[in-house]
Nanobody, 125 residues
Framework: QVQLVESGGGLVQAGDSLRLSCAASGRAFSSYTMGWFRQTPGKEREFVAASSQIGGSTTYADSVKGRFTISRDNARSTAYLQMNSLKPEDTAVYYC??????????????????WGQGTQVTVSS
């Protein structure tokens, strides 16, 4: 069983930055593919970014490419999402997710079997 706890959300202005953290339990964090997703009311949860356990490769949604950076600290069992140049359309609840030893499509939310509780990010214009 893996438990994920997000932190770092908040209210910011357009153009500001935020860093989200996702602390994971378990001893094999380096074997987890970590993903970040977001959801707004009435919409489906959407992929934002992922960090694969294989070589630490990263994948981003087109909407955040060049502005967001996913990283991980395996020693601290923590994943991060650095969000720069935030826009009002980035407003959402952000969730981190994990899947162990996964080789498939990291953008597919159904692949992840562990989820955090979510943290609200609100960007005002």
């Amino acid at each position: 069983q893996v438990q994920l706890v997000e932190s770092g959300g908040g209210l910011v202005q357009a153009g500001d930055s935020l860093r989200l953290s996702c602390a994971a339990s378990g001893r094999a964090f380096s074997s987890y593919t970590m993903g970040w997703f977001r959801q707004t009311p009435g919409k489906e949860r959407e992929f934002v970014a992922a960090s694969s356990q294989i070589g630490g490769s990263t994948t981003y949604a087109d909407s955040v490419k060049g502005r967001f950076t996913i990283s991980r600290d395996n020693a601290r069992s923590t994943a991060y999402l650095q969000m720069n140049s935030l826009k009002p359309e980035d407003t959402a609840v952000y969730y981190c997710a994990a899947v162990v030893a996964y080789l498939g499509d990291v953008t597919n939310l159904k692949a992840y079997n562990y989820w955090g509780q979510g943290t609200q990010v609100t960007v005002s214009s």
